[in-house]
């Protein structure tokens, strides 16, 4: 089965495509509950160091519990209703039950998933880097949802991200790798590097405004892309990561009347930043130092 996948590019990639908009569905899931899930335990947490009594019992709310409902009537979804995007078009974007609408949110996560999941394949091959790449690819997607609604980034995902890169660097010297495996000590200088850049920015913007400009959430990303890519890639990441969140914040600005006091993750770009550095990284760096005459 891997050989007829490893010959056949455009099969892999089709399949992985499809699986992705599968796991599309599930991010869904994630990006809405796991910050309730978060504030739900928070507030428990603050009740019992107040000495203050607990809320009264509530249905459990997991990943898993309850079944998925409609927000509005809360007629459960049944199966068919849930079939990633294809539901959405059958359904024209309501409610089968009060036609409320479906937010587009819903079939965007899960086509942005299996679009980046069929590249990751296309372009890694069938290989233990593409696993690992998905595995990535699909937390990011993740981050950038729960970030984009909460300016939040869980260390739920970020530091077991961060733990798995490192630990994937161990296996550098039995995979002939330069795409995604790197040696252990890249690995480690990178998680450093990533998260001291960002901390140092912090730091000095704090000191010299008097106001935070980022989340402790975003150096723990940087540090979990640079236990995977390595530090080499970090520069890149920086710098594609700000220049993307300038023309977004800028445009949204002045076509959207973002008022400029207010808040805009950095985490989205950061995430899409290191996803293109996953891929293409290495002949960015190349391509640039070419045209620099610097090789």
């Known amino acids: 089965m891997i050989e007829t996948l490893a010959s056949n590019p455009w099969l892999l990639t089709a399949i992985v495509f499809i699986f992705g908009l599968l796991v599309g569905s599930f991010l869904n899931v994630v990006i809405y509950r796991l910050p309730v ?51 959405y078009l059958i359904l024209k974007g309501k409610c089968a039950h009060c036609s409320t609408p479906i937010s587009r949110r819903y079939p965007a996560v899960e086509l942005l998933t299996g679009i980046a999941s069929a590249a990751v394949a296309w372009h890694l091959g069938a290989t233990p880097e593409m696993l690992a790449g998905l595995g990535l690819t699909w937390s990011l997607i993740a981050l950038t949802g729960i970030d984009i609604d909460h300016q939040l980034l869980p260390d739920s995902i970020t530091l077991p991200l961060l733990w798995v890169g490192l630990a994937l660097s161990l296996a550098y010297p039995q995979v002939n790798s330069h795409v995604l495996f ?85 985490g989205p770009y950061l995430a899409a930043a290191g996803w293109i550095a996953l891929l293409w990284g290495d002949q960015i760096l190349e391509t640039y130092l070419q045209l620099s005459g610097l090789r």
């Open 37 to 87: 899930m978060m504030h739900k335990q928070w507030r428990k947490d603050c009740l019992e160091m107040l000495e203050q009594p607990a809320d009264p019992e509530e249905e459990a709310f997991t990943l898993s519990r309850p079944r998925s409902r409609c927000p509005k009537c809360s007629t459960p979804i049944s199966a068919w209703q849930n079939i990633p995007v294809i539901s």
């Open 182 to 266: 790197i040696d252990p000590v890249t690995a480690i200088v990178g998680a450093m590097a990533g998260y001291l850049s960002l901390w140092s920015v912090y730091w000095l913007f704090k000191i010299t405004t008097g106001k935070e400009g980022m989340g402790y959430g975003d150096f723990k990303l940087l540090a979990a892309l640079g236990a995977w890519l390595g530090w080499q890639l970090l520069p890149l990441i920086i710098i594609l990561s700000a220049l993307v969140g300038a023309v977004v914040g800028i445009a949204m600005i002045v076509l959207f009347r973002h008022q400029a006091s207010k808040p805009i993750p950095f």
